[in-house]
């Protein structure tokens, strides 16, 4: 006797699920039989949503951040203070400071951190775009937002060293993270003093 099994394009749809982070087997499996058995579940507007940000949102030219203009909200806004460029090490950590209040400049996504074991080197992030903004925009100081742990802290050095040779001042966010953390993780008042108590690198 043959087992059954969920058809073909349920399964396959289990499958997709699965490749997004943090969602394991059964949260896939459970998913998929919402949309399929629930009445408000609208499966057809879900897939339009996912298209629609798979079409128009692209990562901003300049900063890195999430747009579905040719500039993101953030970099596009006359009234940022254009003196100050915290950089960060992913896209998704920009929102965060953001909701702190505590930061009205510009941001740099690098895209990741310098990680020898994850085979990730400086070649692979954002640094040339960061050292020609820091050219050509001028800013008076570059606040590196990166991670505590050994990561961050080898990223934040080796930018650092790069960016000694440039006219600006080069500050790193201080108190409140704890070591081995990300900004992600992070709640608002945390970063808000991390940003508020930054030092001279």
């Known amino acids: 006797m043959k087992r059954a099994e969920y058809p073909a394009p349920l399964q396959e749809l289990i499958a997709q ?3 997004m982070p943090g969602v ?4 896939a499996e ?10 408000n579940a609208r499966p057809t507007e879900i897939a339009s949503a ?14 890195g951040f999430f747009t579905s203009e040719p500039l993101c909200a953030i970099c596009a806004d006359p009234e940022r203070v254009r003196e100050m ?3 960060v090490e992913t896209a ?5 400071l953001e909701r702190t209040g505590a930061f009205r400049g510009l941001y740099h996504a690098l895209g990741g951190r ?4 994850d085979h990730v080197g400086p070649e692979d992030l954002r640094i040339p775009e960061l050292l020609e903004r820091v050219r050509t925009q001028r800013p008076a100081e570059v606040i590196l937002a990166l991670g505590a742990d050994v990561e961050g802290e080898a990223t934040a050095n080796y930018l650092a060293g790069l960016l000694r040779e440039l006219p600006v001042q080069v500050t790193r966010i201080a108190q409140g ?6 900004l992600e993780q992070a709640d608002e008042l945390t970063l808000s003093r991390a940003l508020g108590g930054r030092v001279k690198m």
């Open 50 to 63: 996912i298209a629609a940000v798979s079409e128009g949102v692209h990562p901003c030219p300049q900063c």
């Open 92 to 96: 998704t950590e920009i929102l965060p």
């Open 30 to 39: 459970r998913i998929a039989l919402w949309m399929v058995s629930a009445r």
């Open 114 to 117: 310098i990680s020898p074991l």
């Open 85 to 87: 460029l915290c950089v």
């Open 17 to 19: 699920l699965k490749r």
């Open 24 to 27: 394991g087997p059964r949260s």
């Open 177 to 182: 993270l704890p070591a081995g953390g990300g």
